[in-house]
């Protein structure tokens, strides 16, 4: 991969270990010569990735909706910031600049984006590698959820597999650059007459 987007809280969370892990995966994706592309905050979880980046001479691409900047939260020292009109213009334009998708502890912002890049690979828009890094085990109700969803049949499993996991940043960017997407099944509706 040369360029990921990172979905994660513009809250740090009441445990350090977020914001440790944030910058941690900006720090390594810089050094790693991956450009990171994320949400262009300077606040919470997405001011220390940030941090983490810049701070390890990497690349980092922030893209705003206008009515977030204004709020003066934008962080003043990216690579690039990239300004749009709507949220869904932020996430599309984000998918467009990246090569994978990693989602850190965040509430129902990143669980939006999130799940609409899980929609767009379910629906063959994307083949790209999503990494769920659940840090402090914070995803792993999630986790549980998605399994159940195979299990009570709304979720088929390979889909289900498309999505990696892993409470460690190496181990996630491991399995995100061997990733092989798998081949999705037609989604296939029941009639009824």
């Known amino acids: 991969m040369k360029s990921v987007s990172v979905f994660c809280g513009s809250s740090e969370g009441y445990n350090e270990v977020?914001?440790?892990?944030?910058y941690e995966l900006g720090a390594t994706l810089a050094e790693?010569?991956?450009?990171?592309?994320?949400g262009g905050a300077k606040v919470g979880l997405m001011g220390a990735l940030a941090d983490g980046v810049?701070?390890?001479?990497?690349?980092?691409?922030?893209?705003i909706p206008t009515f977030l900047k204004t709020k003066e939260v934008v962080h003043d020292s990216l690579t690039e910031l990239i300004v749009v009109d709507t949220m869904h213009e932020r996430k599309i334009k984000m998918h467009e600049l990246s090569q994978g998708v990693i989602t850190?502890?965040?509430a129902w912002g990143t669980m939006d984006e999130l799940f609409e890049m899980l929609t767009w690979g379910q629906l063959g828009l994307h083949t790209k590698p999503i990494g769920l890094l659940s840090i402090n085990g914070y995803y792993d109700a999630l986790k549980a959820f998605f399994d159940n969803m195979v299990t009570e049949g709304f979720l088929n499993e390979c889909v289900n597999a498309?999505?990696?996991?892993?409470g460690s940043v190496a181990d996630i960017l491991d399995q995100m650059n061997n990733y092989s997407a798998p081949e999705?099944?037609?989604?296939?509706?029941?009639?009824?007459?």
């Open 18 to 22: 977020y914001r440790e892990a944030a």
């Open 32 to 38: 790693q010569n991956i450009t990171v592309v994320y």
């Open 54 to 63: 810049l701070q390890h001479n990497g690349k980092i691409i922030g893209v």
């Open 104 to 106: 850190m502890p965040g």
């Open 162 to 166: 498309t999505l990696l996991y892993s």
């Open 184 to 193: 999705i099944p037609q989604i296939i509706t029941k009639q009824t007459t």
